[in-house]
């Protein structure tokens, strides 16, 4: 298996890209991108479970049940959210018109937005910029596309892995975007992920359900989800390899190579958090069940404290202690080990007298809480960053 997560220029076969200043942001940054496909392909979604839900969120699931996709537009600076029938209205007309330059039937192309919520959606400035997305389409332009999607990201979130299958490299690769309001239980903030490989919409649900367990759905900024939280992946089978299916030998290397490009862009998500000076990976081990690992691995990853705490340089571990119990798992104080960046601070739930070497282990970029809670042999693991003034100054004045 390849792999990749930089900005060279990967190309996935039958598949164009485009991203663009169209003016909805006040800076002048690119704030359209469009993706498509030369023929229709088979799609998967996740989307937000927030009981509030942008526009373009409540078309796709509608449109998502067809199975089939040729086009996505995203639109960054405005969340197309709790703006009323002028905002569903909005959603359709750009989807209308996007499948009119396109010249593909509207039911084949799905809308985004992300941006800040309750704002009049700008559907006149979007479809004036249309013709030239459009025009501006090309195999090479994922990275602007990737880039047309951020909002206070810091950069762009790409990555890619080709595998082979019958003696044919196909490709998969995925963009995101994501900074802060970010607690996914289904998905993450906004991800596409697009590939040449042949594969129906069983298997290519089911795979896509199994990479977002496992990693958007174990990263934590802020613990505040969002109401536009979308991933699609997009197959359109121009490698014309046997297709592949639930019970296809081919579905585990697929799903593999998938598994690790969600996983890294949840990690990208993490590292560049708003304000973020430390990402942080909290591993959870020896649980009765991956279910409880993994409610442990998000209780620790979600707490203020710990996540202070390391941007302190504070190893306070009674902190992730505490999180530990009131995760909800029954646990034994007793059999709990806890490790930072593999410096032993607690043995069979007492203090190391370690805290001395784990200052020192503070100071990485990249902090690993280990926990082994003694009660079984699963694991699991989760992402987030460390909490610093830089999120409060982000988020006190992001809509002004």
Same mark, same amino acid.
């Given at each position: 298996?390849?792999?990749?997560?930089?900005?060279?220029?990967?190309?996935?076969?039958?598949?164009?890209?485009?991203?663009?200043?169209?003016?909805?942001?006040?800076?002048?940054?690119?704030?359209?991108?469009?993706?498509?496909?030369?023929?229709?392909?088979?799609?998967?979604?996740?989307?937000?479970?927030?009981?509030?839900?942008?526009?373009?969120?409540?078309?796709?699931?509608?449109?998502?049940?067809?199975?089939?996709?040729?086009?996505?537009?995203?639109?960054?600076?405005?969340?197309?959210?709790?703006?009323?029938?002028?905002?569903?209205?909005?959603?359709?007309?750009?989807?209308?018109?996007?499948?009119?330059?396109?010249?593909?039937?509207?039911?084949?192309?799905?809308?985004?937005?992300?941006?800040?919520?309750?704002?009049?959606?700008?559907?006149?400035?979007?479809?004036?910029?249309?013709?030239?997305?459009?025009?501006?389409?090309?195999?090479?332009?994922?990275?602007?596309?990737?880039?047309?999607?951020?909002?206070?990201?810091?950069?762009?979130?790409?990555?890619?892995?080709?595998?082979?299958?019958?003696?044919?490299?196909?490709?998969?690769?995925?963009?995101?975007?994501?900074?802060?309001?970010?607690?996914?239980?289904?998905?993450?903030?906004?991800?596409? %992920? $697009?590939?040449?490989?042949?594969?129906? *919409?069983? &298997?290519?649900?089911? @795979? /896509?359900?199994? !990479?977002?367990?496992?990693?958007?759905?174990?990263?934590?900024?802020?613990?505040?989800?969002?109401?536009?939280?979308?991933?699609?992946?997009?197959?359109?089978?121009?490698?014309?390899?046997?297709?592949?299916?639930?019970?296809?030998?081919?579905?585990?290397?697929?799903?593999?190579?998938?598994?690790?490009?969600?996983?890294?862009?949840?990690?990208?998500?993490?590292?560049?958090?708003?304000?973020?000076?430390?990402?942080?990976?909290? %591993? $959870?081990?020896?649980?009765?069940?991956? *279910?409880? &690992?993994?409610?442990? @691995? /998000?209780?620790? !990853?979600?707490?203020?404290?710990?996540?202070?705490?390391?941007?302190?340089?504070?190893?306070?571990?009674?902190?992730?202690?505490?999180?530990?119990?009131?995760?909800?798992?029954?646990?034994?104080?007793?059999?709990?080990?806890?490790?930072?960046?593999?410096?032993?601070?607690?043995?069979?739930?007492?203090?190391?007298?370690?805290?001395?070497?784990?200052?020192?282990?503070?100071?990485?970029?990249?902090?690993?809480?280990?926990?082994?809670?003694?009660?079984?042999?699963?694991?699991?693991?989760?992402?987030?960053?460390?909490?610093?003034?830089?999120?409060?100054?982000?988020?006190?004045?992001?809509?002004?």
């Amino acid at each position: 298996m390849e792999r990749g997560s930089s900005f060279r220029n990967i190309v996935i076969p039958g598949f164009r890209f485009a991203g663009l200043p169209a003016g909805i942001k006040k800076s002048g940054h690119k704030d359209l991108a469009l993706i498509y496909s030369e023929e229709p392909a088979v799609v998967a979604g996740l989307f937000t479970t927030n009981r509030i839900k942008a526009a373009p969120v409540k078309l796709a699931m509608e449109h998502i049940v067809s199975r089939k996709a040729q086009a996505i537009i995203i639109n960054s600076g405005n969340a197309n959210a709790c703006t009323g029938e002028k905002g569903m209205k909005g959603a359709r007309e750009i989807i209308t018109c996007t499948a009119k330059e396109l010249g593909i039937p509207p039911e084949l192309v799905y809308s985004s937005s992300t941006g800040i919520i309750g704002r009049p959606f700008p559907t006149g400035v979007i479809k004036k910029a249309l013709p030239g997305l459009v025009r501006q389409l090309s195999p090479l332009s994922l990275k602007h596309a990737a880039s047309a999607i951020m909002t206070t990201d810091t950069r762009a979130k790409i990555s890619f892995r080709q595998i082979r299958i019958t003696g044919k490299k196909g490709t998969i690769a995925g963009i995101a975007k994501g900074a802060g309001m970010i607690r996914p239980d289904m998905a993450t903030m906004l991800c596409f %992920i $697009v590939t040449d490989i042949a594969i129906n *919409s069983q &298997a290519l649900d089911a @795979a /896509l359900r199994e !990479a977002a367990n496992s990693s958007f759905n174990m990263l934590s900024i802020d613990n505040d989800m969002s109401t536009n939280d979308t991933v699609m992946i997009m197959a359109n089978g121009f490698l014309n390899n046997p297709l592949i299916t639930t019970r296809s030998p081919y579905l585990a290397n697929f799903k593999s190579a998938l598994n690790e490009i969600t996983y890294d862009l949840a990690r990208m998500i993490a590292e560049d958090g708003e304000g973020a000076t430390k990402l942080i990976e909290v %591993i $959870v081990k020896g649980a009765r069940s991956k *279910s409880d &690992a993994g409610r442990i @691995a /998000l209780s620790v !990853a979600n707490s203020m404290l710990v996540k202070t705490a390391v941007y302190g340089r504070d190893p306070n571990w009674g902190r992730i202690m505490a999180a530990i119990g009131y995760s909800g798992i029954a646990v034994h104080e007793k059999k709990i080990d806890i490790s930072l960046n593999n410096v032993k601070l607690v043995s069979k739930g007492m203090g190391t007298n370690r805290e001395k070497a784990a200052r020192t282990a503070l100071l990485h970029k990249n902090i690993i809480i280990t926990i082994d809670v003694g009660t079984g042999k699963e694991n699991a693991r989760a992402l987030t960053c460390d909490l610093t003034e830089g999120y409060i100054k982000i988020n006190a004045h992001y809509g002004t």
